[in-house]
């Protein structure tokens, strides 16, 4: 009997000491993101320094503003994307600070457009866009030749959509799209006879983005763990979105208007929140903290509408008033707390504590 409950407790030793060696899901513990990082930021300097790009120019037609990398051979004398002056290379950083996690990262990013026309917009952070696009990752290839081993830092394209159909939500796609698009303008589209789009002037870029990210440790579709990514993507549309669903879209919700809205960490003020609650205005029901919701103080009712239905005023006004909806007037934006609607200065009063 003894002998068995020894079996049983090294057994059981034995399944700890696996366990403590694996996540939750039972695959390896991932790897320190801060050194991870400092990998993923050398392999996707030395791609941009060993590989030149085409971009190809051909307006209206699919192909525009597609790009190809090539690695430029030994003694070779193509230019590199590191060195090429045609397109600037820009850059962002992005703190993520979470459990284990306290990195500053930094993604490479090149306008090759970045996108104009008379109804031209772009993106916040939490809008949905709709965009054409080539993912590659950057991986190491180590080949030996009799007792020599060279190690070149090469990409895979692992996706390619052309004619895409559906919208992506930035706030459900990779945290390096949400931080890059926002640089970005739509441009011009024109439907064809036989059905299809063709767009001109729209925004076009590529993006180098480090696996903390992107997918991190979770191989994904065909992208191996820890891959730093490059995409080149083109953009045709932006819809707008209400997060909170008070009536104003989010981005009009965008107080220091640099296009990216998040929720902080507790303590750290944040621009995009008027009442200082620590829950930004895309995200807060009301905004200016004074017990009345934010969609409330944007309703009315028409004094000629005898059926007294409430209406909400736009975030602004539009130019020309509809004729078709006599009891609206669509030229009126949010008042501020006085009635206002003209300054396009003042301070709607949805945000205003004061007016109640």
Known sequence: MNTFFKIILLFIIGIAVVSCSKDDNGNAPLRDYTEQYVKDIANIET???????????????????????????????????????????????????QKDVDVTYKIYYIKLREGAGPNSKSPCNVDRVLTAYKGEYIYTNTETVGSVTTSTIKSEEFETSVNPQSYFNLTGVIRGWSEIFPQFRTGNYAGNPDGTISYTDFGSGIMFIPSGL?????????????????????????????????????????????????????????????????????????????????????SYVHPNDVLETVRYYPFNGVSVDDPLTPFVDETKGVPDCAGNFTNPTRLRKYRDAACH
């Open 47 to 97: 791609f941009m320094k060993t590989h030149s790009m085409t971009v190809v120019n051909n307006p209206g037609s699919t192909d525009d503003q597609d790009v190809t990398f090539t690695i430029i051979p030994t003694g070779g004398t193509q230019t590199s994307i590191w060195d090429q002056t045609m397109y600037p290379i820009l850059s962002r950083e992005v703190t993520v600070k």
């Open 214 to 298: 992107a997918y991190f440790g979770n191989p994904t579709g065909g992208i191996p763990a820890y891959s730093p990514l490059v995409f080149n993507i083109k953009l045709y549309e932006v819809e707008r979105v209400d997060q909170d669903g008070d009536g104003i879209f989010s981005y009009q919700e965008d107080l220091n208007g640099d296009g990216y809205m998040l929720r902080l960490e507790e303590g750290v003020v944040n621009p995009d929140d008027t009442d200082g609650d620590e829950i930004p205005d895309f995200l807060d029901t009301d905004d200016d903290g004074d017990f009345f919701t934010t969609k409330s103080e944007t």
